[in-house]
């Protein structure tokens, strides 16, 4: 009695080993054969510029509603998950500042800090359901793929007896946009993509 309980006890844990193995594989698709959800989440690592931060663009603001329903032929022909899901409906959602640090200086007065930045920042997005990021690219009207290059800089004066820092972030513009159903137009999901625009310089004294 004893031996059959061991054995079944043995099948239960083989089970759910092999349960647990196949719930690893449920992540998000991979999109580097353009077809998935992009695995960073654009919601994180973004904050609204606030009294401290000086915001520079390098580009003006594009609130058009880019070729929005346009088709994906190489995204259709790959077929599999997302081939049959166009973006629509693109937004304007505001501007807002990256986490990710690109640069910093700091020093006591009295003095003026000085910082100058030059960094490649990739583009990012992220999709509730499966879609190509050629779909995305389209619906956008810019390619979500693209890197690009940030440029500024900034000067910040630190009184005697005073100690200042200054610290640049990537500025992002953040659009939104539905996931379509090429058959029928049916909303299936939303995404968000978040594009390069400028820097964010944070800049306080203690």
Request: with cysteine; aromatic share 8%; glycine share 14%.
């Amino acid at each position: 009695m004893y031996r059959g309980t061991a054995t079944s006890l043995v099948a239960v844990i083989l089970s759910l080993g092999f349960l647990g193995a196949g719930a690893a594989h449920a992540e998000p698709i991979d999109d580097s054969a353009g077809v998935g959800v992009a695995a960073e989440d654009t919601d994180s690592g973004l904050f609204t510029p606030t009294d401290n931060t000086i915001v520079k663009r390098s580009v003006a603001v594009d609130e058009g509603t880019g070729s929005v329903g346009a088709d994906d032929p190489d995204g259709i022909v790959s077929g599999g998950a997302g081939s049959w899901v166009k973006a629509t409906g693109r937004r304007y959602l505001g501007e807002q500042c990256g986490t990710s640090k690109i640069g910093s200086t700091s020093g006591h007065g009295a003095t003026t800090l000085t910082l100058s930045v030059k960094k490649s920042v990739a583009t990012k997005w992220s999709a509730t359901a499966a879609i190509t990021t050629g779909a995305v690219s389209a619906g956008m009207g810019f390619d979500v793929t693209k890197t690009y290059e940030v440029t500024d800089q900034s000067a910040y004066p630190v009184p005697k007896k005073k100690f200042g820092v200054i610290e640049a972030y990537p500025l992002y513009d953040v659009y939104g946009f539905n996931e379509s159903s090429r058959a029928d137009g049916k909303k299936i999901g939303t995404g968000k993509v978040t594009k390069p625009v400028g820097v964010c310089f944070n800049q306080w004294l203690s």
